[in-house]
């Protein structure tokens, strides 16, 4: 009697157990829902951002290089691929050429330079550490139009700088620290430098130095393990300073144009030569196509670096 009651409460207790999971079932979805629908409407401003600043323009760009240049200037009405012709030219090689090494090299010596300063801020002490970060950040407090033309001041012919070069013979008589590649890498370092320590810091800032005293302590010299220990810690951090670095420096116009003159020219000024000067539209959108796909590189190298199990 006994077990034909304890089944028969079994058998009743059945319904009830799966009416109660079926209503936690429904209330994780609402919870769910509720929950997605949050984020999408917290996230709707920066999407319409993307899309109206980003998306559209971009869209708008690739268009463009599609099209004919119209006569009386501006975009015209048939369609056509002779646009991307422009890339057959020389002086477009050459510009190429000059705009991929001038960034590679930019980006090398930022990241380079700045390692040993994001090493620095995140050694010192914590009260430290917000002073010094300040000073990286103080350039952004002046215009980037001024701090450019300041640096043409330092690097003029009749500069201090050049002639104090002169008189250590370290530059000829007719010879000018502007105007040229050398100017356009040296203020294209200053001005990206704080882009790069940044990510760098808040990558070192995380990362366990005890694991670099074990390195020392297993017989390791410093050098070693700096280059074995920490840099492999602070891989990511190392992968967004080059990617900031680099990417913005691919479409580098102002720089250029102040201190590099024709012989610093990059692809960048060209692109601005077309659209403003000689009025061909589709020939600057096609060489802006064409330097999009390539800035689009660094950008899926960085996903990758931040996949999970990367």
Known sequence: MLDTAHMHSMFLECPRRKTIAKRRTRALNSLTLKKLRQELLATLPSFAWLAVFVLIPTLLVLTFAFRVTDPAGGIGAEWTLGQFRIFSETNIHVLLWRTLWISALTTLLCVVLSLPVAWFIARVRKEWRPRLLLLVIVPFWTNFLIRVFAWNQILHSEGLLARTFRALHLLGENESLLFNSGAVLVVSVYTFMP?????????????????????????????????????????KGITTAAVIVFVPMLGSYVVPDLVGGTDGQMIGNKIAQRNFS?????????????????????????????????
């Open 195 to 235: 882009f790069a320590i940044l990510p760098l810091y808040a990558a070192a800032e995380k990362f366990d130095f005890g694991l670099m005293d074990a390195a020392r302590d297993l017989g390791s010299s410093a050098f070693r393990a700096f280059w074995s220990v920490f840099l492999p810690g602070i891989r």
């Open 278 to 310: 000689d009025r061909n539209l589709p020939a600057a959108a096609a060489m802006s196509a064409i330097l999009t796909l390539a800035v689009l590189a660094p950008l899926l190298l960085r996903r990758r670096e931040t996949e999970p199990g990367s």
